[in-house]
């Protein structure tokens, strides 16, 4: 504490050198003054500790240079007049792999000619082996012929056709929901109806290893984000409680914030399946919307191949929206949305890709709706496909250095290395040597391509192995041979 | 139908004098730049008489009036709620939808849902056959007569070339492809989606444009909303046009970049914003920007104006800025051969960085491309979503723009694509001159086969929609939220398939209507009766 000499007093606002006595002049009072402050900091200085006195200087000198120093630099400011703009390419894009295009010439069917070697593929989604069915060729050919190719518009202006109509409404039956919306394009499906309902604000729970087309979804969205570990319902679980707990801090925000649940019935990016009973317990128990994307599961699980909802046995009431493309199983374009119509419709005004985008081309649906024709004459394909799946699984077991990865019924499953070769790059090149070792024998494969930049949990590289239903046995136990060695 | 201008909050800038008969000539720096323009370049967004905007948004109060009056006798039971409930066991979940999300939908959209989503059952030629609804419930649910409305005249599809066709001869290399192919791909360009039928689309569309290369991609929308974030990152700026596309909007958004938005084809506003970001870079830490992108389209798709093209090359250049332009309805649409706004106006194509377009409109297609630079599709061709995670294009598509594009370039050995493209343009200042001797207001450049035509009051919208069609007219009609709120407009879209008695039919109508509607609000000099002559000598054209 500071002593301060208090021997003057404080008479009418001002100080005077002695009680009583007033200073006819007033220069001299305000010398008076100023003397006294001065002996007063004085005084301070004196009985101030040592590091109040340092900062207090620091201080001073502090001011003194923000006072005497400029705010920028001149030659920092000439650097922008004449700015030196990025390229509008990121570097190293000239060696990059996927540059490399594999070039195939005939139709992608079974049989395949890459790069002028004629293969088995084992590189296209094309599951149930529609794309090469006649069928399916006679009835888009017949549309193509009434329609001509395109629509020339969005569905809101003229670009609705008798045709989507009937594909909506046979997606509905077949996946027996109430209704059913359909995309021009597979990847824009999921991405389209995310952000149809989730919103800034809301909250989004969502497994790691979900596909991009969600994660862009995703972005659109602006929602929060809360990441579980891939399938680990412990971990998810532990997610919904810690929710739970803020909703209790916060009752009022809870009440408006819509939660949603993202998953995969098969994963793009592992081949897994989803434990979808217990997700649907957790959903009734901490109130989140399950969506499912089966881009990978429909038309291929299930006794009728409506999924994974057949498959496990779900309700599918219990879902809120199930989304899939129609570019894999049903070997067409686009993709559908099927759910509740208290869900669905509203995606008929907000989905983006539907209403700002020229709807699917007439001969494309004409196409789905003549493969859905097939996969419900004859559900025994499912049964075929997952036969054969089983017995490419068990071949590819057991080769040293690569490990199967995904479900023994998948019929797109992952070969990885067991061992890492150090880098990415390296484990690239080494699975990429592979490709092209089995592409020179006939066999078509391909490394599953990830955009290492944007994806947010990279998965490892691999080689994706599809199967397809209408392989013969005699090429199948020759192809398991070469991929074996 | 919902949100085109996400990102414009309302009119544009009044003061800029863009409107009320002012006929835009070019201009840079507030002089004129009349030598950039190789021709006339003249856009006219005439304003209403004042009643109009106050007898909208009276019509829109009303409106909003009763459906909260029917609202509450729905909330009461005294009205049947014909909206899609929620499921029993999930009541109590935190409500999908907002209530004032579905206010608009439940009560002023479902009053005129009968003009959205017509089905049609055929070619969407100059002609076609819609499917006949009716409803027994206001619009709630649609019942189909099982007849059809036939020979509907087309104002609505985006046919700019005609070629929206079912020819047998026409379709013949199609129809092989796709009995060779099949219908899908099933896989991606980068997997083992790259079909020989592609390489082909591309060199095609590099050789039409006269670039270095070019990319094609399975959807239109998809190619906007999948590149633009392939191409800009973090610290990047995008200078977007107010009225951009949605899919623009989306990929911008997509990208992370900082987005700045200035009034529709207004130059001194992208100066304005150009000349603050290389000025004080970006925001708190004053570093340069990473690259700025200036997002524009060719032809607008709502207003049918042009973008202003050699004033923001220039602009571009001097403040060393990219350009992407979206020629989506413009390519195919303008242009002496239809090579777009970029031959339209001369420019250098190498001047533009991204130059995109779709195959949806003029090629009667799918699909999109981006093109320019070798190095940047070769960057795409690695880095583009698209090309990594969603199919490519169904090779019969391909195959039907392959045939296109030759056509229009004359690889074909006929005339016929040339001939489409003059047609196109006659028929466009026929349409467009006509309508404005009538007295109708209608927005946009003079040689943009989008025609808007502006109804103001959302009463009008659905009168004139469903009058249209009982005349068997088909138009499109669009209102807010694609609009602004007192600007709700049909638009035309005109074809070079559609022939002169069909326009004069359609002119006809409309101008018995416009006097029905009393929506000839234009207060430019006009001819009340004019005579519907084509005259070939009357139109000039540089070809």
Known sequence: MLKIPWNYSKKEGSFFPCPGQQSPNKIVHWLFVGHYWVQLCFYCVFQAPAYHLILEGILILWIIRLLFSKTYKLQERSDLTEKVTESLLRNGSQNHLSLQYQRSTLPPTHKIVVNGNECINFASFNFLGLLDNEKVKNVALASLKKYGVGTCGPRGFYGTFDVHLELEDRIAKFMRTEEAIIYSYGFATIASAIPAYSKRGDLVFVDEAACFAIQKGLQASRSNIKYFKHNDMDDLERLLKEQEFEDQKNPRKARVTRRFLFVEGLYMNTGSICPLPELVKLKYKYKVRIFLEESLSFGVLGEHGRGVTEHFGVNIDDIDLISANMENALASIGGFCCGRSFVIDHQRLSGQGYCFSASLPPMLASAAIEALNIMEDDPDIFRKLSQKCQQIHLALHGISGLKVVGESFSPAFHLQLTRSRGSRENDVKLLQEIVDYCQNRGIALTQARYLDKEEKFLPSPRIIVNIFCIWYSASLSASQNFIVK | ?543
Request: hydrophobic share 35%.
């Open chain 2, 1 to 543: 139908m919902a949100s085109r201008r996400a990102h414009s909050s309302g009119d544009r800038d009044k003061s800029s004098g863009l409107r009320n008969g002012y006929s835009r000539g070019p201009r840079l720096n507030g002089k004129p730049a009349s030598d950039l323009y190789k021709k006339h370049f003249y856009e006219s967004f005439e304003q209403p008489p004042l009643y109009v905007p106050v007898l909208t948004y009276m019509g829109y109060g009303i409106v909003t009036l009763f459906g909260y009056l029917r609202d509450f006798l729905r909330a009461w039971g005294f009205e049947k709620c014909h909206a899609a409930q929620e499921r029993k066991e999930q009541k109590d979940f935190v409500p999908l939808y907002q209530d004032f999300e579905n206010f608009y939908k439940r009560n002023l959209y479902m009053r005129v849902r009968d003009n959205w989503n017509r089905p049609i059952c055929s070619v969407p030629g100059p002609t076609f056959d819609l499917v006949e609804r009716v409803t027994d419930d206001y619009n709630w649910t649609f019942r189909y007569t099982g007849r059809i409305i036939k020979d509907v005249i087309n104002m609505g599809s985006y046919n700019y070339l005609g070629f929206a066709e079912n020819h047998s001869e026409f379709l013949k290399p199609v129809a092989e492809v796709m009995m060779e192919y099949g219908s899908g791909v099933c896989s991606t360009r980068q997997e083992m989606g790259n079909l020989d039928k592609h390489i082909e689309v591309e060199k095609l569309v590099t050789q039409f444009l006269g670039v270095e290369a070019a990319m094609t991609f399975g959807m239109g929308f998809a190619t906007n909303c999948m590149n633009i974030p392939a191409l800009m990152g973090k610290g990047c700026l995008i200078l977007s046009d107010e009225l951009n596309h949605t899919s623009l909007i989306l990929g911008a958004r997509l990208s992370g970049s900082t987005i700045r938005v200035f009034k529709h084809n207004n130059m001194q506003s992208l100066e304005k914003l150009l000349r603050d970001a290389v000025v004080n870079g970006q925001p708190r830490t004053h570093r340069p920007w990473k690259k700025i992108l200036i997002l524009v389209e060719g032809i607008y798709s709502m207003e049918g104006s042009i973008v202003c093209l050699p004033e923001i090359v220039l602009l571009k250049k001097k403040y060393k800025a990219y350009l992407y332009l979206d020629e989506a309805h413009s390519i195919g649409a303008v242009g002496p051969t239809g090579r777009g706004v970029v031959e339209y106006f001369g420019v250098d194509p190498a001047d533009i960085d991204v130059m995109m377009g779709t195959f949806t409109k003029s090629f009667g297609a799918i699909g999109g491309y981006i093109a320019g630079k070798k190095e940047l599709v070769d960057y795409l061709r690695g880095y583009s979503h698209s090309a990594a995670y969603a199919t490519s294009m169904p090779p019969a598509i391909a195959e039907h723009i392959v045939r296109t594009l030759k056509c229009i370039m004359g690889l074909d050995g006929t005339t016929i694509g040339a001939e489409r493209i003059r047609k196109l343009k006659e028929n466009t200042r026929y349409f467009r001159q006509h309508l404005q001797q009538m007295g109708f207001i209608i927005y946009g450049n003079e040689d943009s086969p989008v025609v808007p035509l502006l109804l103001y009051m959302p009463g009008k919208v659905g009168a004139f929609a469903r009058r249209m069609l009982k005349k068997n007219i088909g138009v499109v009609v669009v209102g807010f939220p694609a609009t602004p709120i007192v600007e709700s407009r049909a638009r035309f879209c005109l074809s070079a398939a559609h022939t002169q008695e069909m326009l004069d039919r359609v002119l006809t109508v409309l101008n018995e209507m416009g006097n029905f509607l009393r929506v000839k609000y234009s207060r430019k000099p006009r001819n009340s009766c004019p005579e519907l002559k084509y005259d070939e000598n009357y139109f000039e054209f540089d070809i």
